[in-house]
């Protein structure tokens, strides 16, 4: 067995005509923090879905923990599933049940445990996140950072050995993402689980990640741990890094040249 | 230009066959994951109140003033004739045969099986459903299946205190407003409507409405663009496409149950 | 709404559908003539019945006493043959009694109305009522009355 849990050769996937990834490699630890960064509409959330199987690709394998998740029978990719704890971008929270209710449905629907112990795990998971006091509340009456921690609460309620959080910065006050960030933290330590980060705001993800992919136009423009990174000399991977306006991502949609556009009159 | 005409067409009738048989998929998993729904009735339970109970005060107001309308109707219709305790035959006839079937499941359409869908497609758009698979969970089983199930179960219930209301309503007019006799009333009714032949295939009727209606709703609620106006369109062509199968469906029942 | 309540109101919801169902048997359908199919069967044959269908009524005197059960059509004597189901309280009907088929009211629904004779032996299941008159067909009728004047002006 490698070290890696998730293993991805040559993944190729498309959306109607449009390619999505155009071949991609890659391998997560085990252990640790990986983040998956890239401009908006690279497909980052795309790929989370194919390691979660819920999306076929066109070609190439993607193996998690040794199995090949394309090849599963539903019963065994449903187990697999068990396994792996995701934090959707909305956190995904079932509206019509209590924040208690959500953090406690996949225990009820997976485990025999009885209703106080499922009362005890809720607790100490909701604790975990600091939003023990909300259990009662509905996800209606949440702030998008607090739905976000009751997902996540509810993410790693079955102990799954990874986790995979979907853009879980974007469109946060610099509290609640203060608080994410350490939550992911904390629990990748003190899980010690396999983390997948997929976000495109960098300082963030940054500071909690060990090892980086950088991904645009459907290809892994450069991996490595986050430090090698930090003083990556590749243009394309400082004009992310450094959020410039200009560089191989140029600032200009294509277009034929402004004189033309402008002196060559109406059409 | 006329070439991209044909071509057009082509792309939307194979995309319409398409979803058709995506449609047809879909009712399967439905069915299949329906049979798991029996260790959990509590989810049936839940969803026959939004479903059923929720739709209730609008099917018996209808169904009131259809019969009051019907029984006024038909009372200045027949008076000419001599034949005004004949009311409650026409009244009841067409209650139990196809107004109470037909206008109940287009009223069902309008207001649960729109609902049906705006849930559906906003659960779609927020990643529930999503979020459901990645836990583990069957959505089909666990959220689709209950929502059809109900409405399967809901018309006919619903059909049913439509006509009863639509009859009493009936009552009403022709005996307390228009003076007929109470016994010639119902027992006029008695002599001409047939237990099995009117109220059994009226009632299946609303057993094949309910089915379809339930159908078109949740599939165009899992099926739909997870947008805001992709969610309305699913929402509008669940109205328009319901009560089109149900016309439509009505003429091929009538002719096969009471054309001979 | 609390899960009690809400089963509450479900199954409020179900009953109300099945008493209204309920409802409508008992009160505007002919749900007493499928009665527990009790009774005895009496056969009649008829030149010509009209408008009679199955489930016709079979009244005495105005007062159903049972409903047509099968029409079928004789072929060895070129007649119509009636099946009715009389109820069993009815046992007491002359073998003599004659059959017609008869209208209610000027345009209303054909039916068969039996005359009791004056045997001493009653009618039992499987019999067979020998004096039977038939429907009246207007066309017929205004072909007779058209001849007869015709007959007359001679």
């Not at chain 1, 946060?172 to 983390?195: H, R, T, W, Y």
């Not at chain 2, 729904?37 to 209730?56: E, K, N």
Request: net charge negative.
């Amino acid at each position: 067995m490698s070290n890696s849990l998730v293993k991805i050769r040559d993944l190729r996937f498309s959306r109607g005509t449009r390619v999505i990834f155009d071949g991609i490699d890659m391998d997560i630890p085990r252990k640790g923090v990986t983040a998956i960064m890239g401009p908006s509409g690279t497909g980052k959330t795309t790929l989370l879905k194919l390691i979660g199987g819920q999306l076929q690709p066109d070609s190439g394998s993607i193996e998690v923990d040794g199995q090949n998740v394309q090849r599963l029978k539903t019963s065994q990719l449903y187990a697999l599933r068990k396994r792996m704890g995701m934090l959707f971008q909305s956190g995904a929270l079932l509206t019509d049940l209590s924040v208690f209710e959500n953090v406690a449905y996949p225990l009820r629907e997976h485990t025999r445990l009885s209703a106080a112990m499922i009362r005890q795990l809720v607790l100490l998971k909701l604790n975990a996140v600091g939003l023990r006091g909300a259990a009662e509340l509905m996800p209606a009456e949440l702030s998008g950072g607090m739905a976000r921690r009751v997902a996540m609460a509810r993410a790693i309620a079955l102990d799954p050995m990874m986790i995979m959080y979907d853009e879980p910065f974007t469109g946060q006050d610099p509290i609640s993402m203060g608080v994410l960030v350490e939550l992911i933290k904390n629990f990748n330590a003190a899980l010690s689980v396999c983390s997948v980060v997929v976000s495109h705001d960098v300082e963030e993800t940054m500071s909690i990640a060990d090892y980086v992919y950088i991904i645009s136009a459907g290809k892994v423009v450069e991996h490595g741990s986050t430090e090698a990174m930090q003083c990556s000399d590749s243009a394309w991977t400082r004009q992310f890094i450094d959020g410039l306006a200009d560089g191989p991502v140029p600032f200009h949609y294509p277009a034929a040249p402004l004189y033309q556009d402008l002196f060559t009159g109406s059409n | 230009m006329l070439l991209a005409r044909i071509e057009q067409l082509g792309r939307t009738a194979l995309a319409g066959i398409q979803r058709l048989g995506r449609g047809n998929v879909f009712l399967l998993q439905i069915l299949v994951g329906s049979v798991g729904l029996l260790r959990r009735p509590g989810l049936l339970v839940r969803q026959l109140y939004s479903v059923g109970v929720q739709t209730l005060i609008i099917i018996i107001v209808a169904g009131l003033f259809v019969g009051m309308v019907m029984s006024l109707q038909s009372y200045y219709a027949l008076v000419d004739f001599g034949a005004e305790d004949s009311v409650s035959v026409m009244v009841v006839l067409s209650l139990l045969r196809e107004l109470g079937p037909v206008v109940t499941a287009l009223l069902f359409a309008g207001r649960a099986g729109s609902a049906l869908t705006a849930e559906l497609g906003l659960m779609k758009a927020t990643e529930q459903l999503s979020g459901m698979e990645m836990m583990a969970v069957n959505p089909i089983e666990r959220v689709v299946a209950p929502r059809f199930l109900a409405g399967v179960i809901s018309m006919p219930l619903l059909a049913a205190i439509f006509s009863a209301v639509g009859v009493i309503g009936a009552y009403l007019v022709a005996v307390e407003l228009l003076g007929l006799d109470s016994g010639a009333f119902w027992s006029q009714a008695q002599a001409k409507v047939d237990l099995i032949q009117d109220l059994g295939n009226g009632m299946i009727k609303a057993l094949v409405f309910g089915f379809v209606v339930a159908w078109i709703a949740v599939f165009e609620g899992y099926d739909c663009i997870p947008t805001s106006e992709g969610l309305g369109q699913a929402t509008t062509r669940t109205v328009v496409h319901s009560s089109l199968a149900i016309l439509g469906l009505d003429f091929v029942l009538t002719a096969l149950m009471f054309g001979k | 709404m609390n899960s009690r309540t809400l089963e509450l109101v479900v199954g409020l919801f179900v009953a109300a559908g099945f008493a209204a169902l309920f409802m409508m048997a008992m009160t505007v359908s002919n749900l007493a003539s499928y009665g527990n199919g009790g009774g005895y069967e009496i056969k009649a044959q008829f030149d010509n019945i009209g408008g009679l269908k199955v489930r016709s009524p079979v009244a005495a005197s105005g007062v159903r006493i049972g409903r047509v059960t099968a029409i079928d059509y004789d072929q060895s004597r070129y007649e119509a043959l009636v099946t009715m189901l009389i109820e069993p309280q009815y046992n007491k009907f002359p073998s003599d009694t004659s059959a017609s088929i008869l209208t209610s009211g000027l345009l209303g629904e054909q039916y068969v109305g039996l005359e009791p004779g004056a045997e001493e032996d009653y009618l039992k299941s499987g019999s067979s009522i020998e004096i039977t008159q038939s429907a009246l067909v207007l066309e017929q009728i205004i072909g007779q009355f058209l001849y007869s004047k015709a007959d007359d002006k001679k």
